[in-house]
Structures are given as C-alpha cells and as structure tokens.
C-alpha cells in the first residue's frame, strides 16, 4: 500500500524537477542568446572605423604677470600653469561622403578625476593659431559643455569653436590652473628669469602638487545623421622619461587609439 502511494508521488517529484530544469535551461539559454545577439548588434554597427582619435599634442608651460620690487627683487603676480591641448579627429577617409564628415560636433560630461592640490584649474577653447602661447580668453571658459560650429567654407575665424566638416583641423583647448603664486618675489636674480615652466621650479612649486586628469565625451553627428560617441581621459603632462616642464616646455606628442561608437 505505501509502495503504490510513494511511486506516484516520486514521479510527480520527477516531473516538477525535471519542468523546473528545463525552465533553468531556456532561460538560460536565452538570456545568452540575447545577450550574444545585441553584442554581435553592436558589433555590426560599428565593424567600420568611421571617426577615430590616433593623436593628441600637449604643451605644457608656466606663465606670470611680473613686477619688479624693492631691492631689485623680481615678483610674481598671478602664476598659472597651462597645457595646450589639440585632439585630432580621424575620419579615415580619402574621399569624403556624407558618413564621414561631420554635422555637429560637441565636448560634453567634463569630470575632473585628479585636482592639483594648488591653484585653480579651468578649461578654455584655444585658437589654434595661439597654441602653444600662454594666451587664453575668459569669455571662451568652457563650463559645462562646448558646442562647435561646422564649416565647410576654405577659410574659417578659429577666434570661435569651429570645426571644418572634413576633420581638416583638430579641437582645440587648453587648460590653465591659474592662482599658483601671487605676490612672491625671487630674490635670486643673477640668473635670467624666463616666462616658462622654469617659474615654477624658482618659486619651490612642485610638481606633484600640480598633477591634474579630467575625462570628457566628445559627440559627433555626422551628415548621415548617425550618432556616435568617444570617452577622453586626458592627464595633464608635466613630466616624461627626457625632461619636464621646469626644463621650461613640455611637448608631448601621444599616439592613440580611441574609437568613435556609433549609438543611434
């Protein structure tokens, strides 16, 4: 009698186990599948190189509003420390078509990960035609986002964000920590003071103090009206294995391998 009521209950057991495996396993196996599926989606839209960032030139240097003092002293009023930076926008293209040359450009999302521990750090649009000079306009502070204008004229006033729609110019900005040193005289000055990086090494600034990193989204629309995007994390160069900017310039030239993904 308990034999007969054991057995159908062990294959009614059976059964629910076996129906809750199975239900485990087409899960299972569609979550992967799903999974696979977007994967080999975004692979699809994004199998050709369009836009691409392979270089990004630094200059690093030191600037000083200066006066001369009692005793000959030399003083340093508003030190800041700036780096040029130039981003160069691949579109891979030898003939240019409506995929590969630009509609809207955009720097977005700006974060600052490491905050020197001196000054105070800002970003700047740059002409291209002051690079590497310590020139930088206020009224070109970029706060939270810089929206490019696009040309396809020949020739263009870069006094503004403008970008030609063949990639043809680079962006442009720089960043200036600027506040470093007000009012500090040097009292040494049988040595030639130059406006350079080497103000900061005569006023005992150290570098570490002056280390900085920031990320940014660069957001390209181009004339196919498809979207893309790139994630920047740039660090602020101050020294490399040769040199460093108490040296007086810092040029760094830096290969990359960013790649624009296409999103809509």
């Not at 696009?150 to 442009?172: F, G, H, K, M, Q």
């Amino acid at each position: 009698m308990v034999k007969k009521i054991l057995l159908p209950l062990l294959l009614i057991s059976l059964i629910i186990i076996l129906v809750i495996l199975s239900k485990y396993v087409y899960d299972n196996y569609t979550d992967r599948t799903n999974f696979k599926n977007e994967i080999m989606s975004i692979s699809e839209n994004n199998k050709e190189k369009i836009f691409t960032i392979d270089k990004i030139v630094y200059f690093s240097s030191c600037h000083a509003d200066t006066s001369i003092g009692g005793n000959s002293s030399f003083i340093i009023n508003d030190m800041y420390q700036y780096t040029d930076i130039a981003i160069f926008i691949n579109n891979n293209a030898e003939e240019y078509d409506i995929e590969n040359t630009l509609k809207n450009v955009s720097i977005r999302n700006i974060q600052f990960k490491v905050l020197p521990t001196i000054g105070t750090p800002n970003l700047y649009y740059k002409n291209i035609n002051s690079f590497a000079t310590p020139q930088y306009l206020e009224e070109n502070l970029i706060n939270d986002n810089l929206n490019f204008e696009i040309s396809s004229e020949d020739e263009i006033n870069l006094d503004s964000p403008i970008l030609y729609n063949n990639c043809a110019n680079p962006i442009t900005i720089s960043y200036v920590n600027k506040n470093l040193k007000s009012n500090y005289a040097i009292s040494d000055t049988s040595n030639l003071v130059t406006y350079d990086g080497s103000l900061l090494k005569k006023s005992n600034i150290i570098l570490n103090a002056l280390q900085c990193s920031f990320s940014l989204d660069i957001y390209i629309t181009n004339n196919a009206n498809e979207e893309f995007k790139c994630n920047l994390i740039l660090n602020i160069p101050l020294e490399n294995e040769q040199t460093s900017i108490y040296d007086g310039n810092l040029n760094i030239k830096d290969t990359t391998n960013y790649r624009f993904y296409r999103y809509k």
